[in-house]
């Protein structure tokens, strides 16, 4: 028998709408989807069709209406806040298209600062320099960001992500602000963090040239999953 791939998130029927003016606006609708260990999943889609509202939920960012999300088999409906936050922090690596790096700290900073401020997280300043060899930053962790190319800064990201080992690492249009070439770098760093350290990677794009690197995609048009490609 084959091995059924370790799920570390679940959708079950989620359900997000936000009050627009008079009327009630659906940003998704029941849908459901599994996040696997290892795996790269792009959530593909134009602007508008959910998936930022989609992953600020598979990120304990927000509940949903309906339905649940489920975190390595256990259900978050009833999880209070502290339970989520540790989730977030210990769990959940985030990579942002705008980077949200700190432009007062340095590259080795900036990728400590899960650290600082989860000063229980068993990650040293090691770590960190290890991580920004793994992204191709070997000796820049003195650079601020602002000296820096957007292709160095999203990698910088994406080590800081890693800093606490999650289970998952969720990337909202990492590549949107990057050239073609610093965006397949990103692209292949973030399936090498499934690859190698079994994250569930989940990304949202609407860029078709990330389409190569998926274990999985699934299409999203109006709140929905209209179709689930397995590669
Ligand atoms: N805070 C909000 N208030 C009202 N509408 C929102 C809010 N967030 C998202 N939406 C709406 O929900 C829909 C889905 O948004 P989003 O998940 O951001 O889509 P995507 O990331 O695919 O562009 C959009 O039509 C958007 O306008
Ligand atoms: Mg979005």
């Given at each position: 028998?084959?091995?059924?791939?370790?799920?570390?998130?679940?959708?079950r029927e989620v359900?997000?709408?936000?009050?627009q003016g008079?009327?009630?606006?659906?940003?998704?609708?029941?849908?459901?989807a599994?996040?696997?260990?290892?795996?790269?999943?792009?959530?593909m889609?134009?602007?508008?069709?959910?998936k930022t509202?989609l992953?600020s939920?598979?990120g304990?960012l927000?509940s949903?209406?309906?339905?649940?999300i489920e975190?390595?088999?256990k259900?978050?409906?009833r999880?209070r806040e502290p339970?989520?936050?540790?989730?977030?922090r210990?769990?959940i690596?985030?990579v942002?298209q705008s980077?949200?790096?700190?432009?007062a700290?340095n590259?080795?900073?900036?990728?400590?600062?899960?650290a600082?401020?989860d000063t229980e997280?068993p990650?040293?300043?090691?770590?960190a320099e290890?991580?920004?060899?793994?992204?191709?930053?070997?000796g820049?962790?003195?650079?601020?960001p602002r000296q820096?190319s957007?292709?160095?800064?999203?990698r910088?990201?994406?080590?800081?992500a890693?800093?606490?080992?999650?289970?998952a690492i969720l990337?909202?249009?990492p590549?949107?602000s990057?050239?073609?070439?610093?965006g397949?770098q990103?692209?292949?760093?973030l399936?090498?963090a499934?690859?190698?350290?079994?994250c569930?990677a989940?990304?949202?794009?609407h860029?078709p040239?990330?389409?190569?690197?998926a274990?999985r995609?699934?299409?999203?048009?109006?709140?929905?999953i209209?179709?689930?490609d397995?590669v």
């Amino acid at each position: 028998m084959p091995n059924s791939p370790n799920t570390i998130i679940a959708a079950r029927e989620v359900s997000v709408g936000f009050e627009q003016g008079e009327r009630r606006f659906t940003a998704l609708d029941a849908v459901s989807a599994e996040f696997y260990a290892g795996e790269i999943t792009l959530l593909m889609g134009a602007s508008g069709s959910g998936k930022t509202t989609l992953l600020s939920l598979l990120g304990c960012l927000r509940s949903p209406d309906s339905g649940s999300i489920e975190w390595q088999g256990k259900s978050l409906s009833r999880a209070r806040e502290p339970e989520l936050m540790q989730l977030r922090r210990r769990q959940i690596g985030f990579v942002f298209q705008s980077f949200r790096l700190f432009p007062a700290l340095n590259a080795l900073e900036n990728v400590m600062m899960p650290a600082q401020i989860d000063t229980e997280l068993p990650a040293t300043r090691a770590d960190a320099e290890e991580l920004l060899c793994a992204v191709g930053l070997e000796g820049k962790g003195s650079l601020y960001p602002r000296q820096m190319s957007a292709g160095q800064r999203q990698r910088v990201a994406v080590a800081r992500a890693l800093l606490k080992k999650p289970a998952a690492i969720l990337a909202d249009e990492p590549t949107a602000s990057l050239d073609t070439a610093s965006g397949e770098q990103v692209a292949e760093l973030l399936k090498a963090a499934a690859k190698a350290r079994g994250c569930a990677a989940i990304v949202a794009t609407h860029d078709p040239r990330l389409l190569p690197l998926a274990d999985r995609i699934l299409f999203m048009r109006d709140g929905k999953i209209i179709a689930r490609d397995e590669v």
